[in-house]
């Protein structure tokens, strides 16, 4: 009469959940790889790429007794831009403290919507910056926008591995509500990369950009291609189009 | 032109907030403690309550530098009954796994729009277990019903830290429903026309396109455009661009 059994609600394996790689960049704690790997694990995430980690960290989380199998599988890159060929979107996160923000900020919730729509069809990258300084303004030039956690403006800055958990359990928990139809396929962050290296050179080749304008003048032109909707089904020809205009400034 | 500043959403001072004491039982590790009381800062919980912790991880953990005001205030208890005393509802947190469960369970989200409401008038209890076992089902017994974060079933047990941290945020976040963003500007179709006529002016010049190539090759060029997503901050830049790189190629 007293026991109860209670229904448990699992997680269910989500096949849209194996598009999304959880991108570190410059961690330095093994303690915070083991965590976000758990967190991953825990909420059905298995693809862990990390961008030039601390090494020592790196060895260390990784042979550590009960390392995950994500943390075990985890791929290690020597840049952001390689770290994120391959997916369609690429979403920072920042705690968004006392540096000036060029980029869209969503709240968790409203994010892990825009996610969800785009990993029905295609890769998605979610970035972690380190554990003092967050992302750099460089890793933040290749992400369209940034996913922020609302905290107090006294404590801002969130534990790495509570934040990566955080937000995978808002992209777990919004898994059912999300809505049917599926966006347009965009361009690769490769493709998108190829766009703004050539743009980079057509302005300088034209005058608009002094030649010896350096990473923030390059970092705001990728936020600028990075805010145009360039679609899957366009980007050769986006590309094509751009080679021969600089084909021609060069002659 | 460059710079958008963006207005940061910060949780606001809730004084409800100040009714919820977080109760950790039998902690073992001083860097779970730690992380705990980071994440109550974070989210603006500031009542930590420690019932029979691993007396040197607690040390440890109060004397750390950096330890956060919300450990240094940390109270001590013996037992759950002591610590929970003043409340009014107490709620535990399990991952309900191998076990079986005589309490009403709910995921987090609904769980959290309960303790708010409690939270207006009366001290609301949310305890967490140890580390290895979880709450014990004596301290179980001091609970009204338990709130549990849904997890893969091969993998349901989350790290303390995080979990304190997901448990804090849905309650955060449901404080105030968070106003949604409003959709990002577009160009105007005159701007963007412009920037269509712009392009096909540079694809004639530099090749890509023949001199006398004519309507449908153009309408291909503007729906190319239109599948952009140009923005209204981003047309003058787009506009300047390529104007530029026009003037250039006619040189």
């Not at 995950?68 to 705690?95: H, P, R, W």
């Not at 992400?143 to 591995?161: E, K, V």
């Not at 139809?181 to 057509?202: I, N, Q, W």
């Amino acid at each position: 009469m007293w026991v109860l059994r209670r229904k448990i609600r699992w997680l269910p394996t989500n096949p849209e959940f194996d598009r999304l790689r959880v991108v570190l960049v410059a961690t330095r704690n093994p303690l915070n790889l083991g965590a976000a790997a758990r967190a991953m694990s825990n909420f059905g995430f298995f693809h862990l790429r990390v961008v030039n980690p601390y090494q020592v960290a790196f060895r260390e989380a990784r042979s550590a007794v009960g390392a995950s199998s994500v943390l075990k599988n985890a791929e290690e890159y020597q840049t952001v831009a390689d770290a994120i060929a391959d997916c369609a979107l690429a979403v920072g996160t920042s705690a968004v403290h006392n540096r000036e923000v060029q980029h869209r900020v969503y709240p968790p919730q409203e994010g892990a919507r825009i996610i969800r729509r785009k990993l029905r069809a295609q890769p998605v990258a979610l970035l972690f910056g380190s554990e003092k300084v967050g992302l750099s303004n460089q890793a933040f030039s290749h992400c369209h926008w940034l996913l922020r956690i609302s905290t107090r403006a006294d404590h801002a800055s969130m534990n790495l591995g509570q934040a990566v958990a955080v937000c995978l359990y808002e992209l777990a928990r919004t898994a059912k509500a999300a809505p049917r139809m599926p966006a347009a396929k965009l361009a690769s962050a490769h493709e998108v990369e190829r766009f703004s290296m050539d743009l980079l050179e057509a302005l300088r080749i034209s005058g608009y950009l002094q030649p010896a304008s350096g990473s923030p003048t390059d970092a705001k032109v990728r936020r600028l291609v990075r805010r145009l909707n360039l679609q899957a089904q366009d980007a050769d020809v986006w590309l094509g189009m751009l080679r021969q205009i600089l084909w021609k400034l060069r002659a």
